[in-house]
């Protein structure tokens, strides 16, 4: 090929050919990067999206063409949301065979939880605690993705959210920075595998950098203010597990940060990420996110807004058009210097290389891997897998559950119950409607009871589209009188209800968390004729779920989980599968509480130290705890915990700390329990949490079985951002805690000295 023969004839003219096979990965970025102009240069760093049917006619008018026309000049570094071998492989054609230099594209798409096969949503799958089973649902995702055609997925979301009404908490890892950075190197490396040249890997994106959970009001978009100690000790380390993980690419946030937006943030794209960490993978903007600098009233014009990010390390612009229009102009001018446009484009080019889309760039174009791969039965049992460890028991009073195979007579009731596109859940674009296992079909699937169902009543008005608002049913109660007659005599109702799959996902903030529409009084008219109810929630965020926590005798949080979920579902009612899961989320009494989350501070007045005095920090009309606190689930199995024993009560601050306890299962059934470490540090230069998660396993025992369980704290476990402006352990007092939640059952002291 002509790009083959380029790329020697520079390594030659630059090197000597007895030197060409000792080339480094930047030597032939270097080689590559001396034979283009600084048009050429500057269109590796412009990102479009699909604009025409690639397999139909090419455009010829409006901004479709233009668009057309720099691909065929080699314009175009990269484009999203083009998907499928026959699409991918012409825009590929026309990048490699049709301009100067022939350098392929990257192909971008928000594989977010899955391509076709559908695994649950990431927060979902945060709940599993389970990182092995987060890493292949990964891979399922990505060897999808791969086999039609795309080699860049724009995951996984690491921010780290302590607000529930915001719509993309059910794209990320939940409110904790410990179990997000594990998730996040998890995720990273399910994507990436160990080599990219590999055909079923693509490359990661961690996003959004940075700050993005923490949207005030949690409504989308919207302005983030936080200090230094929460930047480095609660949103930075799953940026830095990513980069561990060797992630190639970040991609910044749509909001603000200390009143600069991130998009244009030199501190946090140039000081931080390329200086401080030394990454040198690229950082591409959000959708829009530079001209957005506009709207923010920090650019005047989209040329400024181009000089913004360039200059503040902004490489790939994602659909702002201004990298194109405006870069040369402004090197011209002096505004830009050209060892920016540089920079940024090796590191671009090196990705490609990585990829492996130079010696082959049609590697990621083969009908028959497509067909092979996409929907395969391997890819359905992982995520069947991952989707039952992701379901977290909340509350079973009287063991409803397991439910008993034969002799029983079910109803099944809620809009949810035989919904097969709900599911699926938010950000799913390449998945195809209606193609999940619904709650019904699981069920059906065991025949030895009598099952009735029925709908009562319908969450939504109109259709439920991802690009548009649907509307909450609250008028129609139609289906709620059969639906009480069919609960009437069973031995158990199960209840499906919760929200409706593109009820969460980016744009989607809400200011009420409780079931939507009519459900709660479906749910109260049914437990008014049996109060035997299962309660299965199928959401992506935390609710408020008062009345039903008080009166419902069990309830399983089951999110969105995807292809299999109906199957999944089943499984755990039926005793098939023990839940193991645990939440990584905070549930609240009310919204009123938010942000609430478990590892908060003190304050100068936390507790009440009189039963008459009224001055300290609470709430007049709520009490501060949580609803279901942050790591909570249950098992069918009991756990308990004892003999907590310290290796020592004091040590210096370069040893490690040996903490050994005993985890017994009291009951009759096999089952796993995540058993979580948390520590506090009791005095810090800057105020410390009450309690940090810090570590944790899954331990499997059979009924009667007891396992000492044992963990090592280490000064990577004590360490914080500190008022020094560094990682480090202060000498001090220490407490550890052990258990199945943040609400935990053993404590201990120790001290560090220096």
Not at 533 to 545: A, D, E, Q, Y
């Amino acid at each position: 090929m002509k790009l083959k023969l380029i790329i020697c004839v520079g390594l030659f003219l630059n090197l000597g050919n007895s030197q060409v096979s000792k080339n480094s990965l930047d030597q032939k970025v270097d080689s590559l990067l001396n034979l283009m102009t600084l048009q050429e240069k500057i269109g590796q760093m412009n990102q479009y999206n699909g604009f025409w049917n690639v397999t139909g006619p090419a455009p010829t008018n409006g901004d479709a063409a233009n668009k057309y026309a720099h691909l065929k000049s080699g314009l175009v570094g990269s484009m999203l949301n083009v998907r499928g071998v026959a699409e991918v492989r012409k825009v590929q054609k026309i990048a490699v065979e049709e301009t100067r230099l022939g350098i392929p594209l990257i192909i971008g798409f928000d594989v977010i939880h899955g391509y076709k096969t559908l695994s649950p949503i990431p927060l979902a799958e945060a709940a599993s605690w389970d990182m092995e089973a987060i890493r292949k649902s990964a891979e399922v995702a990505a060897a999808e993705s791969a086999a039609s055609g795309i080699n860049w997925t724009f995951a996984p979301m690491v921010d780290i959210s302590r607000d529930a009404r915001w719509g993309r908490v059910m794209e990320g890892a939940g409110e904790d920075p410990y179990l997000g950075s594990r998730i996040a190197y998890a995720r990273v490396k399910g994507f990436q595998g160990d080599d990219l040249t590999l055909p079923h890997t693509i490359a990661a994106c961690a996003k959004h950098f940075a700050g993005y959970g923490f949207s005030e009001s949690g409504r989308d978009y919207n302005t983030v203010d936080v200090g230094t100690s929460t930047l480095y000790n609660t949103i930075f380390p799953p940026f830095q597990a990513a980069i561990k993980a060797d992630v190639k690419t970040f991609m910044n946030a749509f909001n603000e940060l200390n009143g600069i937006p991130a998009t244009g943030n030199s501190f946090l794209q140039r000081d931080v990420l390329k200086k401080e960490w030394n990454y040198n993978g690229f950082v591409v903007s959000d959708w829009g996110s530079i001209g957005e600098m506009i709207n923010h009233g920090y650019a005047k014009d989209g040329k400024q807004a181009a000089s913004i990010a360039v200059n503040a390390g902004s490489d790939m612009d994602m659909e702002s058009y201004v990298y194109v229009k405006y870069l040369e102009e402004l090197i011209d001018e002096g505004k830009v210097d050209v060892k920016l446009i540089n920079d940024a484009v090796k590191r671009i080019l090196r990705l490609k290389f990585e990829l492996g889309l130079f010696d082959d760039p049609y590697k990621y174009c083969n009908e028959e891997r497509e067909n092979a791969v996409i929907g395969s039965k391997e890819n359905n049992e992982a995520v069947l897998d991952v989707a039952k460890k992701s379901i977290v028991l909340l509350k079973n009073k009287g063991s409803l559950l397991p439910l008993k195979k034969s002799g029983l007579k079910i109803a099944l009731i809620g809009p949810l119950a035989a919904d097969k596109n709900s599911p699926l859940g938010s950000w799913r674009i390449a998945g195809d409607d209606n193609t999940a296992v619904s709650v019904l079909e699981g069920l059906q699937k065991y025949s030895g009871n009598i099952l009735t169902h029925q709908k009562g009543v319908e969450l939504t008005i109109g259709k439920n589209a991802f690009i548009t608002e649907t509307k909450i049913n609250t008028t129609n109660r139609k289906g709620i009188k059969e639906a009480v007659e069919a609960a009437k005599n069973k031995d158990v109702v199960v209840m499906v209800l919760g929200e409706y799959g593109f009820q969460t996902g980016e744009a989607r903030s809400r200011t009420s968390l409780d079931l939507p529409g009519l459900q709660d009084e479906l749910l109260k008219a049914v437990y008014a004729v049996n109060k035997n109810i299962v309660l299965v929630l199928m959401n992506g965020r935390p609710l408020t779920i008062n009345w039903a926590n008080e009166n419902i005798p069990t309830i399983v949080e089951a999110w969105h989980l995807g292809t299999q979920s109906g199957n999944a579902i089943a499984e755990v009612l039926y005793g098939d599968y023990n839940p193991s899961g645990k939440l990584p989320m905070t549930f609240p009494k009310s919204v009123g509480q938010i942000p609430i989350y478990y590892n908060y501070k003190n304050t100068g007045r936390p507790t009440n130290p009189g039963n008459d005095i009224v001055f300290w920090s609470h709430y007049s009309d709520e009490s501060n705890e949580p609803l279901y606190p942050f790591g909570h689930g249950m098992s069918y199995a009991n756990f308990e915990y004892s003999n907590l024993i310290l290796g020592a009560t004091s040590i210096k601050n370069i040893d490690t700390l040996t903490v050994s306890f005993t985890l017994k299962n009291t009951s009759k059934y096999e089952g796993k329990e995540v058993v979580q470490l948390y520590i506090r540090d009791l005095v810090g230069s800057v105020t410390r949490p009450v309690k940090e998660l810090k570590d944790f396993k899954m331990v499997n025992l059979k009924p009667n079985e007891s396992q000492e369980v044992t963990f090592e704290i280490s000064k990577e476990t004590l360490q914080f951002y500190t008022a020094n402006n560094k990682w480090e352990v202060e000498p001090g007092d220490f407490k550890v805690f052990i258990g199945g939640s943040s609400k935990t059952t053993l404590e201990a002291d120790f001290s560090v000295t220096e």
